[in-house]
């Protein structure tokens, strides 16, 4: 038997989610499949639905990259404890920010989202430490196939550039 307020709590819970859609659908006028992506996202993390809302991120980035969906994924893996990775995603979202900014300077919400990343930025980067890894001696760099942080997966050119970690807790598995 379903308590007396089930009917109330259906009824609410549709509506919400009609309210979002029609929020993402706002928002998105064109449709296009990363705004409506991103914006499903950001429902999601208003939830507090970290990990679904991580993955709506990163389908938006997939389908298109912007600054938007790469905060916006950012603040996710960062509400998931993987520091590290919001870190370096938040570099990503900085480089797509930068070019935002020149193409639109007098944009409030480019200029906005901006200020945003920077301090987010600064915000994680008081989080994590970085190393640099390098092979053995007379071992050739081919002989690493991958490197994995872990619980935040792999990283690219791992051998080429400082690596993002958070001490005390970071793996890194080659």
């Avoid at 998931?80 to 409030?108: C, F, G, H, W």
């Avoid at 690493?144 to 890194?172: F, H, M, N």
Wanted: some cysteine; glycine content about 4%.
């Amino acid at each position: 038997m379903l308590p007396a307020h089930a009917p109330a709590v259906r009824l609410a819970t549709i509506l919400c989610i009609l309210l979002a859609a029609k929020v993402a659908s706002a928002a998105c006028p064109d449709k296009r499949a990363s705004c409506v992506l991103h914006e499903e996202g950001v429902a999601l993390f208003l939830e507090k639905n970290y990990e679904e809302a991580a993955k709506k991120f990163a389908a938006a980035i997939a389908a298109e990259p912007t600054a938007r969906s790469y905060l916006g994924y950012a603040q996710a893996v960062e509400a998931l404890n993987q520091i590290a990775l919001a870190y370096d995603t938040m570099v990503a979202a900085q480089r797509l920010s930068a070019a935002e900014m020149q193409a639109n300077p007098k944009d409030a919400e480019v200029s906005s989202r901006q200020e945003r990343i920077k301090y987010k930025l600064g915000e994680l980067r008081a989080k994590i430490g970085f190393v640099w890894l390098r092979v053995p001696p007379g071992v050739p760099p081919q002989r690493v196939v991958a490197v994995k942080r872990e619980g935040e997966g792999d990283l690219s050119q791992p051998l080429t550039q400082w690596t993002a970690v958070s001490p005390g807790r970071q793996v890194l598995i080659a």
